[in-house]
């Protein structure tokens, strides 16, 4: 799940496609197994394509070029993204909100696009970050992970997530073993309140026999969608929308987060979706972090990257030379070609590279080459950085216990920190219509007549 990689595992009989948190496959037809077809999803979701005009407006508002993954379609679909822009035109605030199940110690190049695309997002609106380790769900899911193991994951998931370059004064990371209590649970409850056992197994198809921990596990990932869950950086202010950039297997999460907000007085989150990252055998085999010849690590050396594409990475191109130079190559299947698609950055050698390739002129193991270099800077670099990142580092970016620079530096949170019976008492106060900052724009009246955080709690079904 989680991992924006994935897809469909040949199976014999026909059936239309599946994409839920924990199951990616393509439909088959006719025995044959298809790719994920992205128009159906955004259909079947409810969600929008991200447009020419949508990208366009993007960089008049931001004053930047979107990012590859924008102008490739890499990240395709979307909720309210214009209404994101808009606070943003409007110097309004709102923060990123993004996450990772630590299912294993290694992470590898498809769980790295959403931080990468995060951390340029990060920049491009110098806004904060929050990032969920689910460390509870992998272990509610995974039936033989443990406790320890998966806290000890998200521990070291960390560190990757960190050497993607995250800024320390707006970056916080939170494993939600450790993290969970205080107005963040205080919120929990709130969301758990408003989804019955029976929407959460409509949602994912949970049966009888699944732990109850999983049909929770919704309102622990729908927490972090609401600035008041973290009081080190919003203070108690609950009017601050989010920007969620992930795969699209975790939109189910945010349909019912989305419903939920709207009951608790909370601004919907947006969404941002992506695409998922063929595995080297091609996009109808799945990559796995346990398969080593599946996938590039993130820790690979540079020998390595070059063994597993020459090896591994399935080829667009013909089985001689000459056959080549006759028919051509098949970029849409080739995998070092589809890589590059989300890696190199300049558009001109792309296409250059596309097209002569589609023409015959370029050979696979020229295209691999090109592959290969691109993918060892990538990971270069990203080791160079991780090298820094010592367990010090990591207390930093997991300390909730101070404010957080940016947010001090916005006058979102006060330096030092109100305590929780102090947010407590503001809250009460913004319940009972007092105002301060954020009660006032946030409560909007529900049909029930309760209002704020607390209107689920008021409102009984
Ligand atoms: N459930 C996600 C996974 O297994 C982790 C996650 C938590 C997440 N919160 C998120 C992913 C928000 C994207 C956005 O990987």
């Not at 929770?216 to 600035?227: E, I, K, L």
């Not at 595995?279 to 109808?284: D, N, P, V, W």
């Not at 010849?293 to 591994?312: C, L, P, Q, V």
């Not at 296409?351 to 800077?377: D, M, N, P, S």
Request: charged content about 25%.
């Amino acid at each position: 799940m989680t991992e924006p990689v994935a897809i469909p595992v040949a199976v014999n009989s026909d059936h239309d496609q599946k994409v839920d948190p924990w199951d990616v496959q393509g439909a088959v037809v006719d025995g044959k197994p298809q790719p994920i077809n992205y128009n159906k999803l955004i259909e079947q979701f409810g969600t929008k394509a991200i447009d020419q005009a949508l990208l366009d407006r993007f960089e008049r508002v931001t004053g930047h070029k979107p990012h590859r993954f924008l102008r490739r379609g890499i990240f395709f679909s979307h909720r309210e993204l214009d209404h994101i822009l808009t606070k943003f035109e409007k110097k309004e605030p709102f923060y990123l909100y993004t996450g990772r199940g630590p299912s294993s110690d290694s992470m590898h190049l498809g769980h790295f696009i959403p931080f990468m695309f995060c951390k340029w997002l990060q920049d491009v609106f110098d806004v904060p970050i929050v990032i969920q380790l689910t460390d509870d769900e992998k272990f509610l899911f995974k039936q033989d992970l443990t406790v320890e193991q998966c806290f000890k994951f998200a521990q070291e998931n960390a560190k990757d997530i960190i050497a993607c370059g995250f800024d320390l004064n707006k970056t916080f990371i939170f494993s939600n073993l450790n993290y969970v209590g205080g107005t963040f649970y205080h919120n929990m409850v709130r969301i758990a309140k408003c989804i019955t056992y029976s929407t959460s197994k409509a949602a994912f198809g949970f049966t009888e026999s699944d732990n109850i921990g999983k049909s929770h596990f919704v309102a622990v990932q729908a927490t972090p969608s609401f600035s008041n869950s973290f009081p080190h950086i919003f203070g108690s202010r609950s009017d601050i929308p989010c920007l969620i950039p992930c795969a699209i297997d975790q939109d189910p999460y945010f349909r019912l987060t989305r419903d939920v907000a709207h009951k608790l007085g909370y601004p919907k989150p947006a969404l941002i979706h992506a695409k998922f990252f063929p595995a080297l055998q091609g996009s109808q085999s799945k990559m796995s972090a346990s398969v080593d010849t599946s996938a590039i690590f993130m820790s690979d050396t540079a020998k390595k990257i070059k063994d597993k594409i020459n090896k591994y990475a399935f080829s667009g191109g013909q089985d001689t030379v000459e056959l080549h130079r006759e028919l051509g190559g098949d970029p849409d299947v080739d995998v070092a070609f589809q890589y590059l698609t989300f890696f190199l950055d300049d558009d001109e050698e792309l296409e250059r590279i596309r097209a002569t390739y589609k023409t015959g002129e370029l050979l696979t193991g020229h295209l691999k080459a090109r592959c290969i270099e691109v993918l060892q800077h990538l990971c270069g670099e990203f080791q160079q950085r991780k090298a820094e990142v010592t367990d010090q580092v990591v207390l930093e970016y997991m300390n909730a216990s101070k404010p957080m620079p940016w947010a001090v530096e916005k006058g979102l949170v006060k330096d030092p920190l109100l305590s929780a019976f102090e947010i407590l008492n503001l809250n009460a106060e913004q319940a009972a219509g007092k105002g301060g900052k954020g009660g006032k724009k946030k409560v909007k009246k529900e049909k029930g007549g309760s209002k704020g955080a607390d209107a689920a709690e008021v409102a009984k079904e």
